[in-house]
C-alpha cells in the first residue's frame, strides 16, 4: 500500500483499484493462466520488463553510495560554482549529491544533473561552452548532446534498470493488493446469481473454448446451427470474436461441409468508419482481420460494400465524403493489415433529387470580460460572455428562427413519396463530444431561455436533477424541520412556489436567526406562507411512511389548490423533470422492498449513491434533443448541429498496457519505459483515429441540413481551434467545395437554403396533426380487459376484497407478504440454517415487534417441517413459478398471466401449490373461497395443456395448521364452468 501511495498519490491504491475494474476480464485471465500464484506471476512479469532480481531501492543505494566519484564530482562542483548560472546551477546539485547522506537524496540531486523538471532528458548539457573548453574534465563527465559523458552513460544505464525496477514493483504491488479485490468481487457475484454484461460474453467464451464441455456443446449446437448472423460488427470485441469463430467452427470442417440440402451462412455487417467504442473494447482493425480469417477458411465468402445513404440529401454525403478522404492521413502502424479499399468513401444518395446543405459557421471569439454580478454568480458557473455560453445562445436563437421563419424540411409521406413541410423543434438534433465542459448543459439552458422545447439531458446523474433535490429535501424537512437551507429551498420551489424574495424569504430571514425558520413560517400571517405552511406540516405528519409511500402521498394526492405534485413539478421545471423524479420514485420502490422504512435512511443512500439514468430519445415528442455523438448513434434528424468542434482529440487515457499478454501499470510517464511509451504511442494514434470516426458518425446523422459551429479554444493570437480538431477536419473540406462566405455573416454554406413555408409554419405553431392511428375507432373494453387476465379476472363479478381501511389491514397484508418470502428463499436453504436466517430476515422490519417476529418464523418453519406438505419442496421445484397460457377449458380469448408459489415438475405428474396465511384456516376443502378455487383452477387447466401426459394436481398450503389441502379435480372443472358462464 505504501508503494502504491508514493506511485499513485495519497489515494493511489485506490486508483490502482479503479484502474483494474477497467480491465478485471484480462488480469483475472492473466490470474488464471498463472493459476493465480503470485510468484509466477512475479517471474513471468519481471521477465517480460526485463527488470532486475534486486529493488530499485537497492540499485539506489549501491549506485549513490559505492558507485560515485565523489573526488571528481568535487572537483567539477568547485570550478562549476564559479561559472555561468547554468554553471552555477549544475554546481549546486553536484554540492547537494555530496552533502546528502541518503541514497535517495543523493539521487535526487544526481537526476538533476541530466533530467528536466519534466523527467525527459535534457537536450542541452548541463554547463557553458567555456566552461567545457576550460575544464575538459566537467565535459568528459556530464556531456549529454552527443551522450559521450561517463557519468551521462552510467546514469542512462542506471536510469534504465531503475525505471524497469519500479515498474515491476508497482505492477507486482497492484496485483497483489487489486487481484484479490476482483476475486472477492466475483465470489460475490457468484452467491448473489449476479452476472455483468462482460461475464455473460466471458462465461459463455469460456464455455466455448475453454471449459471441458466446450467440445460437447458445440456439438449439441452444431445439429441445430445453420446461419449466424453478426449486426454492428465494427463495435465486436476480441472476446466476442471468439465466441462467433467458436459458433461457426464447423460450417467450413467435418460434416458441416457436407450439408448441401442444409447450407451454412454467415452474415456480417458493419462499417469500420462508425467503430466509436473502444472503451468496451471494440477494435475496428478486427472486422477486416475476421474477413481475412473467415475467408481463408472458406473463399467463397464473399465482401460487399454498401455506397448507397437512404438517410442524407447529396450534399451532405458529398461534404462527408470530402471530410473522410481529404482529412490529414492517420500513421497506419497500429494497422496489422493493409489498408482496404474501404479507405476510400464515395456514397452515392438514394435521395438523389432532395437538396440539402452543409453550413460551417465562423468560430464564436473570445469577449472582453464584463462586470456582470461578479459577486452572486456561483464560482463554478460559466460566464454569460464566455465563447461557450454566446454559442449556446447563437445557436438557440438560430433554431428558433428558422422554425419562425417557416424553413422546411423533407418528409416522407408514405408510399415512397416525399414532400417538403415546415420545420418543427423534434427536427432539430444538437450532437456535442460529451457532458461535461459547460458547452451541453449551456446549450439546453439557452434553448429554454428562447422557448424552444427541450428533452433535456439524455443522460443524468439523479442526484444532479434539481426535480429530485426538489423531493428529496422534502424529505429532509419531514424528518428534521429544524433543517433551515431545505425549507429555504422547498419555500422557493415548485411545492410552495414562495419566488418573491422581498414579500416572502428575506421577510421571514430579517433579524436574530433564532427562531429557526419552521417556526417564523409557522407565525406568519401572510396567507400565501399558511398555506405552505399547512403542506409543510403534512409533510411533518408522514415522516413514519415508507419513501415510496412518502413521494407518492406528495406527487399523486391534490393539495388544497387541487395541484397534484406532478403538476406543480411541470409549471416550474417542464416535461423533462418527469424522468428523473419518476426515477427517483422507482428507486425509493426498490428500497422499499429491501431496505427498513426509514426516509433518513433512504435520503443516506441517495447522498451516497450515483445513480444514473439513461432517457430514450430516439422517438422525438415535439422537443430539440440534445444528446452526446455516442448516445446518437443510430439516430438521425433533418437539422443536425455541431457545436463541440474546437477541441484536440482526448489521448488515450490507459494507465496499463499489455506487452505480450502481461499487463504493466504506467500512472506516470516520467520514468516510462521505451516499450510502454511505444505501447502509449499507439494507443494514442488508435484515439485520434476514433476521434475521426466520431465526426464520421455525427455528420451522417444529418438528413436535410447540417451545421457545423464552434467557439475560440486556444490562444487568443491563435486561430482559435486545435490542430485535428473536428473544426480543423470540417474547414479543409469547406475549402474545397465552398471556399468563399456566403453573405455578411461569414457563413460559408454547401448547398442552397431551403424555400420557406410561413404558412405552413403557422399552422405547425397551433397544433400538430393528429396522427391516423388517433382517429381509428377504439377497441371494444371487453375484449381489450379479457385479453391477458389474471386468474380471478374470471370472474364475472366484484370479488370480495377487504375494507381499505379495516382495523388490522395493513398487518394482516404484511403478515402474508413476510410467511410468503420466507417460504420462497428458506426451502434453498440447509434445515439448520432455516431458523437463524429467517430471523435475520424478519429483523430487518423494525416495525415488528418481538412476538410478531416469533409467530411469523414459526409459521413458516412449520410448513417447512411437516411431513406431508414436503413434496412441495422436493428438488426441482420452483418457488414464484410464472404460468402464462390458454386452455380450452378457459373463456375463448382468455390467456392466463399469473404466478404460483410453487411448482414441482417429476418425469410423471406436476404439482402446483399455492400458500395462505388465513386465520383460521377451513377445515374442509368446501370452506375454500371461490376466488382462491378459480385462481388453482385456472393454473391448473393452462398446465394441463402445457404437459397433457402428466398427472397434474392442485393443492393449498394454509400455514394456520400448517396442512396440505389437495383440490379434487372435479371441484377444479365446476369452478372453471361457473366462471364461463358469468363471463
Known sequence: LTLLSEEGGHDGAMVALDVLRGISSDVLRFADVHDG??????????DRLNAPDCSAAELIELAMMEALPLAEFRAAAEVLSTGAKTDAATGAHLFGLLEASDPEGRWSHYQSLFLTGAGSLRKQNPYTKGMAG????????????????????????????????????RTSAMLRVGLPALQDYQQLKRERAALDFDDLIEHTRSLLTESGMSDWVLYKLDGGLSHVLLDEAQDTSPAQWELVRALTGEFDAGQGIERAQDPRTLFVVGDEKQSIYSFQGADPSQLLQQFHAFHGRNPALLKESMEMSFRSSPEILRYVDEVWN?????????????????????HMAHRSNQPGSVELWPLVPRMPE??????????????????????????ARAVKAMIDAGETIWAEQGGGKWARRPMRPEDVLILVR???????DAMISALKAEGLPVAGADRLKLGDHIGVQDCLNLMRFATLPERDLALAEILRGPFCGLVDDDRYLFELGRGDRRPPLWERVQASADSDVKRSAAFLAGLIGRAHLPPFEFLSSVLDVPGTDGWTGWERLNARLGSPARDPVEALVAEALAFDSTEPASLQ????????????????????????????????????????????????PKPSGAKVHHLDGVPVWSPRRDGELPEIEAARKVANAKAVEEHRRLLYVALTRAQDRLVIAGHWTGRETGNGFEPGSWFDLCRQAMDVLAPCADGEEGIRRYGELPPHDRDGADRAGSGAALPEWALRPVTEASDARRRFSAPTGLLGRDTPVMAPFGEGREARLKRGRLIHALLQYLPDLPDGDREAAGRNFLDRDMSLDEAARAEMLQAALGVLQTPAIKAAFAPGGRAEAAIIGRSDLLPEGVIINGRVDRLVVTPDDVLIVDFKTDQPAPDEVSGVGEAYLLQMAAYWAVLREAWPGRSVRAALCWTDGPKLMPLPEEMLLESLKRAGSEV
Do not use: C, Y
Open 601 to 648: 435512511a433512504f435520503i443516506a443512500r441517495m447522498e451516497a449513491g450515483e445513480v444514473e439514468i439513461k432517457r430514450d430519445l430516439a422517438a422525438p415528442e415535439g422537443e430539440v434533443r440534445v444528446m452526446t455523438v455516442h448516445g446518437a448513434k443510430g439516430l438521425q434528424a433533418p437539422v443536425v448541429i455541431l457545436p463541440d468542434t474546437t477541441g484536440a
Open 37 to 46: 500464484d503470485f510468484d509466477t506471476m512475479d517471474a513471468v512479469l519481471r
Open 326 to 346: 481529404g482529412a490529414p492521413a492517420i500513421e497506419k502502424a497500429t494497422t496489422p493489415v493493409p489498408p482496404d479499399a474501404a479507405d476510400i468513401v464515395h
Open 434 to 440: 460529451g457532458r461535461t465542459g459547460g458547452l451541453f
Open 370 to 395: 464584463t462586470d456582470e454580478d461578479a459577486w452572486s454568480r456561483p464560482v463554478n458557473s460559466m460566464r454569460s460572455s464566455s465563447p461557450k455560453a454566446q454559442l449556446a445562445k447563437d445557436v
Open 134 to 169: 576550460s575544464n575538459p574534465q566537467v565535459e568528459q563527465l556530464f556531456q549529454i548532446v552527443e551522450g559521450t559523458g561517463s557519468e551521462t552513460q552510467r546514469f542512462m544505464e542506471l536510469q534504465d534498470r531503475v525505471n524497469r525496477a519500479r515498474a515491476f514493483e
